[in-house]
């Protein structure tokens, strides 16, 4: 039998315990706490920036909470490489000094995309189209000189973005593919691979959950592996919306892509509120709305799509090591450049979490 003053004792150290234990539990409400310590153990978790974010309020919500950023655009082929003999670097320099200031890993983005390629790249000085041999030359100082200047302060890149069609066609119909046939996509994996042999290099595409294109995506990749191509991961680039895509959709990608032995990283996540096909693209009539309110029913349609997201994303951590959002919060995104303001990030216009944001820190 425990005398009184033993069972006091005991009493209270059970109680100082339980406080104890109570004290140091994460909770979700922990107001240091950012989405990169809630997924620790997962995988970084990341946005894209511009440099001017970096040096405004934004900067601190960054910081607490991401790990990884991504150049929105100052690394893109047009803004780094304006002229053939002269390149632009105070944008890109500033992102990657800014992440290795404050510990955080760096995805370049991109090093060949249809869009946002400088047209001087194409022509020759009388204005026609170059060889092939010309450009890919052209291809490989680019890639060469942009992937040896950050070299070991940028882990990853997404090297060919955006190469497969929409339509029914395999290629996407652009410059590079007129020229060069599906060249440039495996010549471009090889020069990144040279210059930085230690980056993982990706593919980047989106309607990646599209059963069509999926299976195109597939074969591209396919192929590229069976022919020794050093890809090493697959970008899905998730600009996704409150009707788009399913579970099942997303679930049937990740296990497509990754059963070649890729690694996957959603690379541009963003949920828009305005339900439309996946790609961020319009739908009919969708482009005449002015609407700008984040109603009920948009929150609540978008935080069930991100936490279906997030849990399809915890299910497949092995698999998955990156999730990146196209933008910080809803003060800025991309998205707006469309006739009406949207609202598809974690993050409100006034840097405060939204009820998604519980959501994917849930679990
Ligand atoms: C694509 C590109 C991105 C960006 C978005 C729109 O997804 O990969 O770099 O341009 O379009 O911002």
């Known amino acids: 039998m425990m005398n009184n003053k033993r069972k006091l004792i005991y009493c209270t150290g059970a109680i100082a315990l339980c406080l104890a234990g109570l004290a140091w539990r994460p909770s979700p409400t922990d107001s240091d706490k950012g989405l990169k310590d809630y997924y620790k153990k997962y995988f970084p978790i990341g946005a894209a920036v511009t440099p001017r974010e970096l040096h405004s309020e934004e900067s601190k919500l960054i910081v607490k909470e991401f790990s990884s950023i991504t150049p929105e655009n100052a690394m893109k082929m047009g803004p780094i490489h304006p002229e053939e003999n002269r390149f632009y670097w105070p944008d890109a320099d500033s992102i990657v000094a800014f992440a290795q200031r404050n510990h955080l890993k760096v995805r370049g983005h991109t090093l060949c995309w249809h869009a946002q390629a400088p047209n001087w790249m194409f022509r020759d000085s009388a204005g026609n189209d170059v060889s092939k041999e010309v450009l890919l030359d052209r291809l490989r100082k680019h890639i060469h000189t942009v992937v040896s200047r950050y070299k070991g302060k ?25 020229i060069t046939g599906q060249e440039f996509i495996e010549k471009a994996f090889v020069y990144a691979h040279e210059a930085d ?44 919306s409150v009707t788009n895509p399913s579970r099942e959709e997303l679930e049937n990608s990740i296990k497509l892509f990754s059963s070649l032995g ?50 399809v994303f915890r299910k497949y951590r092995k698999q998955i090591t990156g999730v990146t959002f196209w933008n910080v919060s809803d003060r800025y995104t991309w998205l707006d450049g469309r006739g009406r303001k949207n609202f598809p990030l974690l993050f409100n216009t006034e840097l405060k979490p939204k009820k998604a944001y519980w959501e994917v820190v849930k679990f």
């Open 154 to 178: 940028i882990y990853a890149w997404d090297v060919v973005n955006e190469a497969i069609a929409d339509d029914t066609t395999f290629l996407r119909k652009t410059k590079w593919s007129q």
């Open 197 to 240: 042999p230690k980056a993982v290099l990706f593919y980047n595409d989106y309607n990646t959950e599209q059963p069509a294109k999926r299976e195109k995506i597939y074969k591209l990749l396919k192929g590229l592996r069976e022919k020794g191509i050093p890809v090493q991961g697959v970008g899905l680039q998730a600009h996704w």
């Open 262 to 311: 890729l690694q996957v990283q959603f690379t541009e996540l963003d949920i828009s509120v305005y339900a439309g096909r996946q790609g961020g693209q319009l739908i009919n009539g969708e482009q005449q709305q002015t609407k700008a309110t984040f109603t009920p029913e948009m929150e609540q349609q978008q935080l069930e799509k991100y936490k279906m997201a997030f849990e």
